[in-house]
């Protein structure tokens, strides 16, 4: 069983940016791709971008051109740079992970909040 460990929430003013990561307890090298999802308020959770382990990544169009995903397999670490945020970006930001291609995410973090001031 792997756990997934989200940190690097907080408060940020509009404008600013956050970098969150995501540890894995054990090898990230099992997973046919992870991603983050995020939940705001009286909203469904929503996919804001994966990544394969192949490379092939698929950002959300309110995620491209301001957040980067990428990993560091040698520390089994997932991160999310968010540069330019928005108020709309308020949420609480799940990483998850799957093993298999055609499989749902079958492992998730706890989340972690993050809050976008105007």
């Known amino acids: 069983q792997v756990h997934l460990v989200e940190s690097g929430g907080g408060l940020v003013q509009a404008g600013g940016s956050l970098r969150l990561s995501c540890a894995a307890s054990?090898?990230?090298?099992?997973?046919?791709?992870m991603g983050w999802y995020r939940q705001a308020p009286g909203k469904q959770r929503e996919l804001v971008v994966s990544?394969?382990?192949?490379?092939?990544?698929n950002y959300a169009d309110s995620a491209k051109g301001r957040f980067t995903i990428s990993r560091d397999d040698a520390k089994n670490t997932l991160y999310l740079q968010m540069n330019n945020l928005k108020p709309e970006d308020t949420a609480v930001y799940y990483c998850?992970?799957?093993?298999?291609?055609?499989?749902?995410?079958?492992?998730w973090g706890q989340g972690t909040q993050v809050t976008v001031s105007s």
């Open positions: 054990g090898s990230i090298f099992v997973f046919n791709a």
């Open positions: 998850a992970a799957r093993r298999w291609k055609l499989g749902s995410y079958e492992y």
């Open positions: 990544l394969t382990s192949g490379g092939t990544t």
